[in-house]
């Protein structure tokens, strides 16, 4: 099986744009998760989709958004960008309630 | 805040010998799992352990689980320059789907 896909790999934008990173789950999977990673803060959990509803959230500002579609794809959005939203985004899609599997990540870099 | 604390922070080695990393959590948990990341790339999953579960093996890794010390270790036995990499912990309080904390890692380097 292929693993779980993200695009774009790299992103840089300025402050105040908005941003839509993209991730594919492995086929089959309905679980699919964002998580933010930066040096200062390290791995945060951003929010949890199944079956096109929201399910867990984490403690982001309403600026974070995300979707997921009938086929299980995920798109995480940050809107009117801040410095501080430099990270390593990174999805994982599960099967199960166990085990998450990670994508590559998107590095978004906001100047 | 970061529920898994990860000791120590960094750690460097030479190639064959063990690598033995600890975690610790505030909450009750319902497992809890290992993860490795290369240079900033996506992370890799090592192991689960449940909450049930004292020790576990996985080739060369084996993890413990102390409930009553909220704490965990990772020992990588052997160890290999290809081990050199960032190693998580994250837990998992049940519940319905995820809602993973992970610490802030242990930075390996196995020098050859």
């Known amino acids: 099986k292929a693993g779980v896909t993200q695009t774009p790999r790299y992103l840089i934008k300025t402050r105040g744009q908005q941003v839509t990173l993209s991730c594919s789950p492995i086929?089959?999977?309905?679980?699919v998760s964002w998580y933010q990673q930066t040096p200062g803060q390290g791995l945060q959990f951003l929010f949890e989709?199944?079956?096109?509803?929201?399910?867990n959230k984490g403690n982001f500002p309403g600026r974070f958004s995300g979707r997921q579609f009938s086929n299980s794809r995920s798109e995480m959005n940050v809107s009117t960008l801040e410095l501080g939203d430099s990270a390593l985004y990174l999805c994982?899609?599960?099967?199960?309630?166990?085990?998450?599997?990670f994508g590559p990540g998107t590095r978004l870099t906001v100047l | 805040s970061q529920q898994g604390e990860e000791d120590p922070q960094a750690l460097s080695i030479q190639e064959g010998e063990n690598a033995t990393m600890n975690c610790s959590y505030k909450?009750?948990?319902?497992?809890l799992q290992w993860y490795r990341q290369n240079s900033g790339r996506g992370l890799v999953h090592l192991i689960l352990?449940?909450?049930?579960?004292r020790e576990k093996h996985s080739g060369r890794l084996r993890v413990t689980l102390d409930t009553s010390k909220k704490s965990s270790s990772l020992l990588i036995t052997a160890s290999r320059a290809a081990d050199t990499a960032s190693y998580f912990c994250?837990?998992?309080?049940?519940?319905?789907?995820?809602?993973?904390?992970f610490g802030k890692g242990t930075r390996l380097l196995v020098k050859p």
């Open positions: 989709y199944f079956s096109e509803t929201q399910r």
């Open positions: 909450t009750s948990i319902n497992n």
């Open positions: 352990i449940r909450s049930n579960e």
């Open positions: 994250a837990t998992d309080r049940g519940g319905q789907g995820f809602s993973f904390i």
């Open positions: 994982a899609s599960s099967s199960s309630t166990d085990t998450q599997y």
């Open positions: 086929s089959g999977h309905r679980s």
